[in-house]
């Protein structure tokens, strides 16, 4: 039966890839390294969802062009919530048998769904999990989004020297865990500065009228607003603020980092800075053929979500293609094997630039920015010397 | 005292969304004693109705608001055709409505998100008058006066329509006694038809005012930030009587804001809906309800 399929399958490889390639990747793996993608498509995350998605599946396409290792990537929506991503993570680790997982979206559904990875020792990258904590989740669990732990101080001091910051207000929605952790390493890093928080104020995920906080934020006369937010609120948010007349630049976390926010918002997004793991204009050779390609395919500019997913899915092949598996291995030891060999990623060439996984399986990524919102463009920030 | 005046307006701003909202919720109500859940997604809907008629038709605000809220209207007789008419028809309880609207609800944010995707839309910039009045350090909107107009104006004409035309009255019955209105040949599921229609159209002006107001907010998920305070407002205001309606809706939306700036943010829906629990402890029937005697 398995003969007859593979001689089938390989009819088909030789004719959609009648080079070598296609015979370098049969004779490799017998078999594709199935990975599951938990992505949330619909729902109100739909705005990361979507260039993650995107990221991932041009990568894994490039990457079963090249044939080094063949991958088949099973791709599910997990929605914006909990329960989803444990849905999710459930059916990949047991109906679907995947080898690894790339996600969940956020990194409240991090939290939820990764436990149950962990304890079937299944590895997880995420690609977009900025929230405090996420390795530790445990033993197979890596990422290589740069933690807002590490951007955040970043953006307050280039904002600092910017802007000569002394005293702001402070918004937060703190009904979800990655915009709580993110204001808890804004509010950090103001008090290190020695920058004064006139006020501290809450909305929750799903609010659509911020006029009260922006009301009560603009009577503590700050001269920036701090904003740890996702985008959808962060967009309603920045539109709100300047109709009620608040001209202080905004300084947002990660959320923020998404371009479909300066097309929503338009004027309002002008002058926005936020810490980012990657910028458009990065010259490496990876980057350029990321961004070239993913526009050809999608029609629209990558971001750095795009970016970091494309990351994630090469650091994951690269994994199988160094655990040396044919694809024919229990699942168990594929699950065990790519987990060690992530491990031994270093310095590994990406469109975030050459990066790789500390002790603690955080990312290890030398080079991040400081953007700035200009002529509806992020470009990069850079203190005055 | 610039800061409590400006407080204010955004509170009777964000007061007349939720009554706009609680206005048609609460008439299906009052007529039929159905709690219609799926009134905020016929909300998103009537938002997401106007979006198409800006940007593939180039109408104008006017012909978006008639055409969403016709839209919407024709919508909520298809959803009492299919969904709550069976049930009449086999005479299940009130729970089995509320059940049933939570189906519709379902159904009609997923079919929202497969024909207009999730990610939240702004109207196209020109077809909203964004005209901002300041002075005194306050700011109110065209969009917020016009909210609030719009919003007076439909409790006056509903009022008018429920008191003095031959349809109102004939509502009015029907939510008396649906028997005894039949038995007096007032066309009894005409009469629901009418009231899903009207319940649904102001649904839709709901959601596209809302959609203005609150740029970059239309999405098919946007009602529910509006179905559980809406069924406060209402529960507040009086069930079934759309003056309490208005009236609840502007109380919480004051409430709201008043308590973001003088107490914390985070206990924002904590003390609405406390507010809620002790007025419903002092007057059972809501701050404009009256008991209904029932003992004929």
């Not at chain 1, 933690?147 to 307050?156: A, G």
């Not at chain 1, 802007?163 to 808890?184: E, H, P």
């Not at chain 1, 630039?353 to 463009?377: C, H, L, M, N, S």
């Amino acid at each position: 039966m398995w003969t007859r399929v593979w001689v089938s399958v390989l009819a088909l490889t030789m004719l959609s890839h009648p080079g070598l390639a296609g015979r370098a990747a049969w004779a490799a793996q017998s078999r594709p390294v199935k990975v599951g993608l938990a992505v949330g498509i619909t729902g109100d995350i739909s705005v990361y969802g979507e260039p993650i998605r995107n990221g991932f599946l041009l990568a894994f396409k490039q990457i079963n062009e090249r044939g080094a290792v063949r991958i088949d990537p099973i791709l599910e929506d997990t929605g914006g919530g909990r329960d989803g991503a444990i849905n999710v993570f459930q059916k990949f680790i047991q109906r679907d048998q995947v080898a690894a997982i790339l996600g969940p979206v956020l990194s409240s559904q991090a939290f939820g769904a990764d436990p149950l990875a962990v304890q079937a020792g299944v590895p997880v990258v995420g690609v977009s999990n900025t929230a405090k904590g996420i390795p530790e989740i445990g033993a197979t669990v890596f990422r290589v989004s740069a933690p807002e732990v590490l951007q955040i101080p970043k953006s307050v001091a280039v904002a600092k020297q910017v802007l000569n910051l002394q005293r702001v207000a402070v918004l937060y929605d703190n009904a979800d865990d990655f915009t709580v952790s993110g204001y808890r390493t804004f509010a950090d890093e103001l008090q290190k500065n020695g920058i004064q928080v006139a006020d501290t104020i809450t909305f929750a995920r799903g609010d659509s009228d911020f006029s009260a906080q922006l009301t009560k934020a603009k009577a503590a006369g700050p001269q920036a607003i701090v904003v740890s937010a996702l985008a959808r609120e962060g967009t309603l948010l920045l539109i709100q603020a300047r109709n009620l007349g608040i001209t202080v630049p905004f300084i947002g976390g990660n959320g923020f980092n998404d371009t479909n926010i300066i097309t929503r918002a338009g004027a309002a997004a002008e002058g926005l800075i936020v810490g980012t793991a990657w910028v458009p204009s990065a010259p490496t050779a990876v980057n350029l053929r990321f961004y070239d390609s993913y526009r050809d395919q999608y029609k629209k500019e990558p971001n750095q979500f795009a970016a970091q997913a494309y990351a994630g899915a090469q650091v994951v092949a690269e994994a199988v293609r160094r655990a040396g598996l044919t694809g024919a291995e229990d699942i168990g030891t594929q699950r065990s094997k790519i987990a060690e060999a992530l491990t031994t990623i270093k310095s590994f060439e990406t469109p975030l630039g050459r990066i790789g996984f500390t002790a603690t399986r955080d990312v290890d990524q030398p080079r991040t920015y400081v953007a700035v919102v200009r002529g509806g463009r992020f470009i990069e920030l850079n203190p005055p010397k | 005292m610039t800061v409590f005046l400006q407080q204010l307006i955004n509170g009777i701003s964000l007061g007349s969304v939720y009554a706009l909202f609680a206005l048609g919720f609460t008439l299906i109500f009052g007529v039929l004693e159905i709690i219609n859940l799926a009134h905020a997604a016929i909300l998103a809907v009537g938002a997401l109705l106007a979006y198409t008629l800006f940007t593939s038709l180039g109408a104008g605000l006017v012909i978006a608001l008639l055409g969403a809220s016709i839209g919407t209207g024709v919508l909520g007789i298809v959803i009492d055709v299919v969904a709550f008419r069976p049930l009449r028809a086999r005479r299940a309880g009130r729970l089995a409505s509320l059940i049933t609207s939570i189906g519709v609800a379902l159904i009609l944010v997923n079919l929202a998100q497969i024909l207009w995707g999730s990610e939240p839309l702004s109207y196209p910039p020109g077809t909203v008058p964004l005209r901002f009045f300041t002075g005194g350090g306050l700011t109110v909107s065209l969009l917020q006066i016009l909210v609030l107009a719009i919003t007076i104006l439909l409790l006056i004409g509903l009022r008018f329509l429920l008191i003095r035309t031959k349809v109102g009255v004939a509502m009015r019955a029907v939510a008396e006694s649906p028997a005894t209105a039949t038995l007096l040949g007032i066309p009894f599921d005409r009469v629901v038809v009418f009231t899903f229609f009207l319940s649904s159209a102001l649904g839709g002006v709901a959601g596209v005012l809302i959609g203005m107001l609150l740029q970059g907010s239309v999405s098919p998920f946007m009602g529910n930030a509006y179905g559980l305070k809406g069924l406060a407002a209402i529960i507040l205001g009086g069930m079934g009587d759309i003056g309490g309606a208005v009236l609840g809706g502007l109380v919480m939306g004051i409430g709201e804001i008043m308590i973001v700036q003088y107490l914390n943010s985070s206990y924002r829906d904590g003390v609405a809906f406390g507010l809620l629990f002790l007025v419903l402890i002092v007057r059972p029937t809501g701050l404009l309800g009256r008991q209904r005697s029932r003992e004929a």
